[in-house]
T-cell receptor, first 115, second 110 residues
Framework: DTGVSQDPRHKITKRGQNVTFRCDPI?????LYWYRQTLGQGPEFLTYFQNEAQLEKSRLLSDRFSAERPKGSFSTLEIQRTEQGDSAMYLCASSSRRPGSYEQYFGPGTRLTVT | GIQVEQSPPDLILQEGANSTLRCNFSDSVNNLQWFHQNPWGQLINLFYIPSGTKQNGRLSATTVATERYSLLYISSSQTTDSGVYFCAVVGETSGSRLTFGEGTQLTVNP
């Protein structure tokens, strides 16, 4: 069990560019979550997948954001036409398929800076 | 949606002291977790405790679900305990999303 991994760990981009982040969950976990954390705040929920199905989306997930989990394993989060307000830490988490086991485990995050 | 309040927002201790962090939530929950966020941003799982009491070394936690609060106890604090402690819950009507409090910034001085 290697834990949740995320790539890249850091990304600096210019305003208007597109960026894509990847998350690999713990191997036996069927649930995958994306959160965003800005400085001095707690993480905020963005979206949730169960297997390949995207079951929940936050109002924070504007039209410029899209997330996929095509084969029910890794997931990608794309931000199009980045804005300075998108600068944040993007966190991925996963949880088990076992009924009643809702504990979420987080990856190290991708820190995005939009200049 | 469900509201999560943590107190105190900041806490400064001398090494060896004990502390209690509190988390209040506004509705019934299916899940409650305590995390420690290290200086690099990694969220480290401390407890999964929707109800009851658990202990792990110098840390323990108690959740009284009927009264909608949870407490995290840190005993004999060490400088490595410094960081931000988050409480996060999944409300019974919140699907699967964790809702986080704003955290307690703990500083342990040598």
């Amino acid at each position: 069990d290697t834990g949740v991994s995320q790539d890249p760990r850091h990304k600096i981009t210019k305003r208007g560019q597109n960026v894509t982040f990847r998350c690999d969950p713990i191997s036996e976990h069927n649930r995958l979550y994306w959160y965003r954390q800005t400085l001095g705040q707690g993480p905020e929920f963005l979206t949730y997948f169960q297997n390949e199905a995207q079951l929940e989306k936050s109002r924070l997930l504007s039209d410029r954001f899209s997330a996929e989990r095509p084969k029910g394993s890794f997931s990608t989060l794309e931000i199009q036409r980045t804005e300075q307000g998108d600068s944040a830490m993007y966190l991925c988490a996963s949880s088990s398929r076992r009924p009643g086991s809702y504990e979420q485990y987080f990856g190290p995050g991708t820190r995005l800076t939009v200049t | 949606g469900i509201q999560v309040e943590q107190s105190p927002p900041d806490l400064i201790l001398q090494e060896g002291a004990n502390s209690t962090l509190r988390c209040n939530f506004s509705d019934s929950v299916n899940n409650l977790q305590w995390f420690h966020q290290n200086p690099w941003g990694q969220l480290i799982n401390l407890f999964y405790i929707p109800s009851g009491t658990k202990q792990n070394g110098r840390l323990s936690a108690t959740t009284v679900a009927t009264e909608r609060y949870s407490l995290l106890y840190i005993s004999s604090s060490q400088t490595t305990d410094s960081g931000v402690y988050f409480c996060a819950v999944v409300g019974e009507t919140s699907g699967s999303r964790l809702t986080f409090g704003e955290g307690t910034q703990l500083t342990v001085n040598p």
